[in-house]
């Protein structure tokens, strides 16, 4: 059996088509909009972000507080990943303390994906 190819971060909820059966009929995959590919883990994480502020939204016990001033923080901290990514990608691109910064930040946010050594 021949085996049909996968796209590149392939939706697995939708296997890559954009589309999941429900009771109406086919629908736009919820994971990836109908692309059939997940976006960068740095989309997914503000998805993911945004999902739990709505479902603790308009509570007020402690855990929702916890959650909010969490969010806030991440938030703060990947803004300031991203203005260290970016003030990396400004020095001269052949130092290699630049290389290493940029592959941090990265690391840390996913903004952008690895290149592949094929």
């Known amino acids: 059996m021949e085996q049909v190819p996968q796209k590149q971060n392939a939706c697995l909820t939708c296997y890559g088509q ?64 991203m203005q260290i990514l970016a003030l990396a990608q400004d020095t001269a691109q052949d130092s290699p303390a630049s290389h290493r910064i940029q592959f941090l930040a990265n690391d840390a946010l996913g903004v952008y994906r690895p290149e592949s050594a094929d």
Do not use: F
């Open 18 to 81: 954009g589309e999941i059966s429900s009771d109406y009929g086919a629908t736009a995959c919820p994971d990836c909009g109908g692309a059939g590919t997940l976006p960068p883990q740095n989309v997914l994480a503000d998805w993911r972000l945004s999902a739990i502020e709505k479902h603790y939204d308009g509570d007020q016990s402690q855990a929702a507080q916890d959650v909010a001033w969490l969010a806030l923080e991440l938030r703060r901290v990947r803004h300031a990943m």
